[in-house]
C-alpha cells in the first residue's frame, strides 16, 4: 500500500528565512509526486509536480528515490506563502489513485 | 472565476436521511473526482470519473453512489447518511486522468 507522510503539522519560519517542508513516501513502485498548497480563504490547488522539474513561485521540490523523499523547498519565505501544504503520491501512469499526506501548516512571521 | 462549483456548501443531516452533493465544472476537463477530508487527514478519494460515462470506486467508496450526468456535472448521493459520513467533501476536475488540479470550495456535511 502507498503512504505519505508529512512529519510536522505546523511549520513556522520568518520572512526571509528558507523553507523546507518535508514529504516522505511509501511505494515500491515507481510514483508521481506532487504538491498541493490551500492559501486562507482559497481553493485547494495543484503548486507543482515532480515530473515537470518546474520551479513554482520560488518553490523546488526534488524527488529523492533513494530516501523516498520529496521535500518542498524555498529559499526565501514570504508572507504570502503562509498556507496549508499537502504532499501527494500517485501510484503512476493510469492510477488515479492519489494519496494525500495529513498537511503542513506554513506560517510565514514578519 | 468559476471553475468548479459545488452546492450546497453546507448541510446538516440526519441518520438515514439521503442527499445528493453536486457539482459542475466549466473547463472542459474529461476527469473529476470526489474527495473527502476528515479531521487531521489528507484527502480520500471516493469515487472518480475518468471521462463522461464512465465511473469508478476509489479508497473510500462505501455508502456512496456517483453519477457523471454529462462531461460538465459529476455528483455524489449519500442514500442513507451515517454520522461516519461527516466530512468536508471536495470536488476536483482535470484535462486528463491522473492528478486533480482544480478543486471546488467543498462542503460541509454534519450528520446528526
Known amino acids: 500500500a502507498q503512504r505519505v507522510t508529512q512529519p510536522e503539522k505546523l511549520l513556522s519560519v520568518f520572512k526571509g528565512a528558507p523553507v523546507e517542508l518535508k514529504c516522505n513516501y511509501s511505494y515500491s513502485g515507481s510514483p508521481e509526486l506532487f504538491w498541493y498548497v490551500q492559501y486562507s480563504r482559497q481553493r485547494l490547488q495543484l503548486l507543482l509536480r515532480h515530473i515537470s522539474r518546474e520551479s513554482i513561485k520560488g518553490f523546488t521540490a526534488d524527488l529523492n528515490k533513494g530516501e523516498t523523499s520529496f521535500h518542498l523547498k524555498k529559499p526565501f519565505a514570504q508572507e504570502e506563502d503562509s498556507a496549508m501544504y499537502y504532499c501527494?503520491?500517485?501510484?503512476?501512469?493510469?492510477?488515479?489513485?492519489?494519496?494525500f499526506g495529513k498537511g503542513t501548516k506554513l506560517s510565514v512571521i514578519p | 472565476n468559476a471553475g468548479v462549483t459545488q452546492t450546497p456548501k453546507f448541510q446538516v443531516l440526519k441518520t438515514g436521511q439521503s442527499m445528493t452533493l453536486q457539482c459542475a465544472q466549466d473547463m472542459n476537463h474529461n476527469s473529476m473526482y470526489w474527495y473527502r477530508q476528515d479531521p487531521g487527514m489528507g484527502l480520500r478519494l471516493i469515487y472518480y470519473?475518468?471521462?463522461?460515462?464512465?465511473?469508478d470506486k476509489g479508497e473510500v467508496p462505501n455508502g456512496y453512489n456517483v453519477s457523471r450526468l454529462n462531461k460538465r456535472e459529476f455528483s455524489l448521493r449519500l442514500e442513507s447518511a451515517a454520522p461516519s459520513q461527516t466530512s468536508v467533501y471536495f470536488c476536483a476536475s482535470s484535462p486528463d486522468w491522473g492528478q486533480p488540479q482544480h478543486f471546488g470550495d467543498g462542503t460541509r456535511l454534519s450528520i446528526l
Open positions: 501527494a503520491l500517485n501510484a503512476g501512469a493510469g492510477s488515479y489513485q492519489l494519496t
Open positions: 470519473s475518468a471521462s463522461e460515462g464512465t465511473t
